[in-house]
């Protein structure tokens, strides 16, 4: 099985642990353990956990935490969820259960790697649905209507959007749907930023709310700010779930008690996270967006959900190089378009500490200043 290299990952991999600045994170400010247990009043939980032997726990996830994950969704229940090692393993263990070679799989792009990557080393016919700035970064229904064929097995989008920060709306996620249905393809969300809105008044539902055919993977890292726990979940309808679970066994039994046991504490606490959050990203939305206005050599599409934005820039030189200018002059990470095979953009991060987002955006404004 042959594997392209995952760029991004690569990339950060290579940059993130010896870099000053760093506005390429993906997640909102993670919690230390400790403010973590503060907020949920809960500072002794480990010494209420301690004399829980560690041996393997619920091989789905414990029915607390299924159960508090159901209730995110307005129509599952805790045997709709299995949780996994995050959503890149909820991701994996979808494409594993239902690509076989030859099949068909349209994926959004650009977006997150993994989510044509996987289907493509599994030998599968992948067909990208191009997201194009002037549309908003928005999937267009009438090339997503072209693309599908008799063997379409599965479509794939990532709502809110890595890298862009764009939002699918109700009325094109049910279209989407209805072609997944029409075509009898499954319709794959990863929805690790779900709920992170820029806007108070915009919401979206989950695909599994709209379709039977709808298959959606989250994550602890993003809205949640656990990303250390390296927990996520798929929710599902209960026939196509019984495929993964199958599956599952073969790449997981349990994952870590300790780490269920905090996301259960989080789920509970969904509330408390996302005013925290929300705080968080809103801020710094409002400085980043600032910051591209009174930047003329930065354009962009504003995003409306998620921490991430696509930045388009206007100097003459390859995203590549000028991330690692960057690095080396001013010790700033962003990530280079190339990652996601877009030249002239760049991916940067707004979920990060505010003090951190500031600094970063006025050493960039340094560094555009000497090559404009």
């Known amino acids: 099985m042959k594997v392209d290299p995952f760029l991004v990952e690569k990339w950060l991999n290579k940059h993130e642990l010896d870099v000053e600045?760093?506005?390429?994170?993906?997640?909102?400010?993670?919690?230390?353990?400790?403010?973590?247990?503060?907020?949920?009043?809960?500072?002794?939980?480990?010494?209420?956990?301690?004399?829980?032997?560690?041996?393997?726990?619920h091989i789905p996830g414990s029915p607390s935490l299924r159960e508090g994950l159901a209730g995110l969704y307005g129509n599952m229940g805790p045997?709709?969820?299995?949780?996994?090692?995050g959503a890149i393993s909820a991701n994996f263990l979808v494409f594993y259960s239902l690509v076989e070679p030859g099949d068909s799989v349209i994926s959004v792009h650009p977006t997150y790697q993994q989510l044509y990557s996987v289907a493509k080393s599994f030998d599968a016919n992948v067909k990208l649905l191009r997201l194009r700035m002037r549309d908003g970064w928005l999937p267009r229904i009438d090339e997503l209507a072209g693309l599908v064929d008799d063997r379409t097995k599965l479509i794939v989008i990532n709502n809110p959007n890595n890298p862009t920060g764009s939002l699918i709306g109700t009325e094109t996620l049910h279209a989407i749907a209805e072609i997944a249905e029409d075509s009898g393809a499954y319709l794959l969300d990863d929805e690790s930023y779900r709920g992170l809105y820029v806007d108070p008044d915009e919401s979206v539902p989950s695909v599994v709310e709209l379709s039977d055919?709808?298959?959606?993977?989250g994550s602890f890292s993003k809205t949640f700010s656990l990303t250390g726990l390296r927990l996520g979940w798929i929710a599902a309808d209960k026939p196509?779930?019984?495929?993964?679970?199958?599956?599952?066994?073969?790449?997981?039994?349990?994952n870590g008690m300790i780490d269920d046991a905090i996301a259960s504490i989080a789920v509970e606490n969904v509330n408390l996270i996302l005013k925290r959050n929300l705080g968080i990203i809103r801020t710094n939305y409002r400085i980043l967006s600032?910051?591209?206005?009174?930047?003329?050599?930065?354009?962009?599409?504003?995003?409306?959900?998620?921490?991430?934005?696509?930045?388009?820039?206007?100097?003459?030189m390859p995203s590549e190089e000028l991330c690692r200018r960057l690095l080396e002059e001013k010790s700033v990470l962003l990530v280079p378009g190339s990652c996601f095979d877009m030249e002239r953009f760049l991916r940067i991060g707004f979920g990060n500490n505010t003090g951190v987002l500031k600094e970063g955006l006025s050493r960039f404004k340094e560094f555009?200043?000497?090559?404009?």
């Open 240 to 254: 196509i779930m019984k495929e993964f679970e199958d599956r599952r066994d073969y790449t997981t039994i349990s």
């Open 368 to 372: 555009l200043d000497h090559y404009r």
């Open 213 to 217: 055919r709808g298959i959606a993977t």
């Open 21 to 57: 600045i760093n506005i390429s994170e993906t997640c909102v400010d993670p919690f230390t353990l400790g403010e973590f247990l503060s907020l949920t009043d809960r500072e002794g939980f480990f010494e209420d956990f301690s004399n829980t032997k560690l041996t393997y726990g």
């Open 79 to 85: 045997e709709n969820i299995l949780v996994a090692g």
């Open 290 to 316: 600032e910051w591209v206005e009174d930047e003329p050599l930065i354009e962009w599409v504003p995003p409306r959900a998620g921490t991430l934005a696509f930045l388009k820039y206007k100097l003459d």
